[in-house]
Each structure stands twice: as C-alpha cells, then as structure tokens.
C-alpha cells in the first residue's frame, strides 16, 4: 500500500472530518501531519505528528511543513485566517509542497466590499443592493449619521450591516433581529466601522442555503446543498455564531427549494468561476474550495449573501462522510487538474453541536438552564464513542474547541463537539445525531434542539411557497 504524507492545518471540527475521511482511506496508508490550534485528542490520536500552533500563524505553519517536507505530499487547509494570510503561497514558495486551499489572491473572504465588486462586474443581478462607508473617506461624524440614515430611508430600514473583515460570522447585524432602532443600527455600525470599511446593504427575504463545489482550477464540482443554522437559539433566535448545525437531504437539493432553484445556483457560481478564473495570475490558484456561497432564495431570482474561500463550518461535515470516492485520490485529482466528478451516496446526513455555557450568550440568557456546578469540569465522550461504534459509520463523533489535559478532556471558548447522524431520511439522521449530542456529558454543555426538525423543515418549505407565489 502506498504511503502518502498530508498536512492539515486543523481549527476545528470541519478538519476533524477531514482527518477522519483521510484515516478511512483504503487505498493509502496515511500519515497525517496536524498542525492544530490546541491538544485535540481526536486529531493527537490520528496524526504521526501534531504541533499546537494556537494562533495558526502562517510562518509557523510553515516550519513545521519545512521540518517534514520530505515526507508529506501535499497540504489541506480549512480555516479561513492563514488562507486569508497566504498560507498557500508562503508553504509552496519555501518547502514546494502542493496546498489545497486558494492563494492570497484568490481568498475573498478577506474583503466583502471584494466580493461586492467581483459579483457586481459578472453578474449585478445576485448582489442585494449595498453601500460601502469607508473610513478612510474622513467625514465628520455628523456627516457619516446624516449619510448613513439616508441610505435607510432608501432601504425603509430593512437593512444589514456587515464589516468589511471577516469576523467568524459574529459581526453581521440585522434589522428586526440585532436592532430595532435606527439609534441600535448606527452604534453597531460604529462598533464595526472604527476597525474599517462597512457594507450596509438591503435585507433580503428568503430562504438560505449554503452551496460549495471543490475545485481544482479548471473545473468546478458542486456538492450537494446544505442548510446552516447561524443563529445560537431555537426558532433562530439569539446572537449569530460559527453555526450552530446543518444538514442536506439524500439528494442534492433542500426540501424547500425546487430543482430549478438549485440550477440557478450551479448556473450563477459556475458564471462566477468562469470569470474569475480568467481574471486571476494562474487558475490553479482558485483550487479547493473557492466558491463557498450563501445563498438566499427569494422565490424569484437568489441572492448571494457572501461567499467565502475555503469549506464551510459545519456544512463540509455533512458532506464529507458521504463521498464514495477515496479522499485522498480527490485531492490528487486536485492537485492535478482533473478533477471531473465526484461519487456521492444518496443519504440524508445532520450535524448538531454541543456548546459551552458562554457560547452564544447562552449563560446570560438562560442562566437557570445552566448548571452551575458542571460549569469548568471535564468533557465525557465515552458514551458517545460507545454509541458511535454501535452506529458504525452511521454516528460520527468530531471534538472541536477541546484540550486534552492528562486523561481527562476539557471544552474551551468555542464550539466544543459535532456530532453528524447519517441515514436514509432527515428525521433518522436528525434522531441519531440528537442521540449522541445526549451521550455527551459534563462541561454544561448544550445545543440547540431544533436543527434538521420537521417543524423547522415545514416553515421553510411554506415559506417559499408563498414567495413564489408573490413573484
């Protein structure tokens, strides 16, 4: 069996997905190289070296592929920070090993006035409408306000303010969900603008969904659609987070969204790339996952929300599970420029998180939910584990923002756990995953109960009946 050497730049439970889709290849024998944020014992476990480079400082990266470039064949690289910072270009130029992630050039995620633009060049007809204020154009703070209520005179209000600078999906506010004032719209928009440029554009009705496709400079291959639930509480209530679940259908598009919808978003990205490609130093520099795209569906034509320049977090996780094909053989295809389909089981995948007790304002907002005396004490994942094994590949248990200190495992700041259910429906996938979300214990860990429901599913789906009714 040939031994292959991978590099993977770890943030969170998205590339503990990865390190296990690698780890089941049965092609290849695999020896992974982590270089990870913390003491995640999944990834220690999985890895023939693990580093902890807690702030993913690119340089650092870097010396740790140099110190293995002998024996690592290429790289995979998920977080959006050291993509953002030119990860790809600094470990290819010093070590030659090939990276799957795009290049600084290509990572617009770094700049959503850059996404804007580029979309507004292809294709205007996806863009909501938007108005950049940049600080740098020196107006006087009155000046700024009188502009500023203008512009929500134009848009009645309904509007979203988004820093220029990504912000982990945390420093989007909306009308009607973050402020209901005009005084609570500009002191958030002055909370962003004092660190830069900030986009208020028009609040789009709909419904969304998350579309990725891997690419490998020449063509691009779209995954199935997958819905994320961004906002930290049941019924979409609550501060926004990194996610808080996701989940696809057996097919690739969501049961509220028509066929025909799900080609209008191959058509537009594809337009995009089609373009893109052309317009970039070398095409091969778009490679992995470049179009990651929010989409919101408004029963006529779908806007695109943002996109971002790497895999989704957690939409990636209900995906990966699901390829049919060896991962590593993906990734030479990749590398290669051959990339022309993939192979996808036709299941039903849901992945739900499990939190601690400051995620999300949680302890804050429901303080006699919380029990304070499981609040610091150590994560138990046997059950979960045990549960997995019973499942098989069905239940997949994937640590994130985790420690290992001794024997015992500790949840930090972040999202601690994902736990992805696979089946033949929703429902089945949604229970089983809910069944190992409950196997997790201590931490005054919590979740959100609704992810994948039927309940959830039904608003969505007459949802969009009605506005296609309006069209």
């Known amino acids: 069996m040939e031994k292959v050497g991978i590099l993977v730049v770890v943030y969170g439970s998205r590339e503990a997905a990865v390190i296990d889709a690698f780890s089941r290849s049965q092609s290849y024998h695999v020896e992974l190289y982590v270089a990870d944020m913390r003491q995640n014992p999944f990834n220690i476990q999985k890895a023939a070296k693990h580093i902890v480079i807690p702030d993913l400082n690119v340089g650092e990266i870097c010396k740790f592929a140099e110190k293995n470039k002998d024996i690592i064949d290429f790289g995979v690289v998920c977080p959006e920070k050291p993509i953002i910072e030119g990860v790809r270009d600094l470990v290819e130029k010093q070590t030659g090993i090939p990276m799957i992630c795009p290049t600084k050039e290509c990572a617009i995620e770094a700049s959503k006035i850059q996404q804007r633009m580029l979309f507004q060049e292809i294709i205007p007809k996806v863009n909501p409408r938007f108005k950049i204020f940049d600080p740098k154009n020196h107006v006087s703070s009155q ?18 303010v988004k820093p ?13 969900d973050h402020f209901t004032s005009r005084e609570q ?25 998350s579309f990725q496709a891997l690419c490998d400079g020449k063509h691009l291959i779209a995954l199935p659609d997958t819905r994320d ?18 989940y696809k259908d057996k097919g690739e598009t969501l049961p509220f969204l028509t066929n025909t919808e799900r080609e209008q978003e191959k058509k537009i990205v594809t337009q995009i790339f089609e373009k893109w490609k052309t317009r970039v130093s070398d095409p091969s520099s778009l490679r992995g996952i470049p179009l990651y795209a929010a989409f919101m569906h408004t029963g006529k034509h779908p806007k695109i929300l943002e996109n971002n320049s790497r895999p989704g ?6 995906i990966l599970p699901t390829i049919k094909d060896d991962f590593v053989d993906v990734c030479f295809k990749i590398l290669e420029g051959n990339l022309t389909k993939i192979e996808l089981e036709k299941v039903a995948t849901v992945t739900a998180y499990k939190v601690p007790p400051g995620y999300g304002d949680y302890m804050t907002t429901f303080p006699s939910k919380v029990d304070k005396a499981e609040v610091g004490s150590p994560v138990d994942l046997s059950e979960a584990y045990t549960l997995s094994r019973k ?30 259910g696979v089946a033949d429906s929703i429902e089945e996938a949604r229970q089983i995953s809910l069944e190992g979300i409950n196997a997790i214990k201590g931490g005054a860990l919590w979740n959100r109960t609704d992810i994948a429901s039927k309940h959830h599913i039904e608003k969505c789906v007459k949802h969009m009946e009605e506005l296609r009714r309006r069209k």
């Open 391 to 420: 499942y098989k590949d069905r239940l997949r248990i994937y640590p994130a923002s985790v420690e290992q200190r001794g024997n015992q495992i500790f949840a930090l700041k972040s999202r601690t756990v994902a736990v992805l």
């Open 164 to 176: 220029d600078r990504p912000a982990a999906g945390k420093g989007v506010g909306v009308w009607g």
């Open 313 to 318: 977090d957690p939409e990636i996780i209900n």
């Open 229 to 246: 639930y961004k906002r930290a509480f049941d019924d979409d209530k609550g501060p926004n987070t990194g996610g808080m679940g996701s």
């Open 185 to 209: 719209l500009f002191e958030h928009f002055l909370s962003n603008y004092q660190h830069g440029a900030v986009i208020i554009e028009e609040k789009i009705e709909g419904e969304e969904s």
């Open 143 to 160: 000046e700024l306000k009188r502009t500023v209520y203008s512009w929500l005179d134009e848009l009645a209000n309904n509007a979203v």
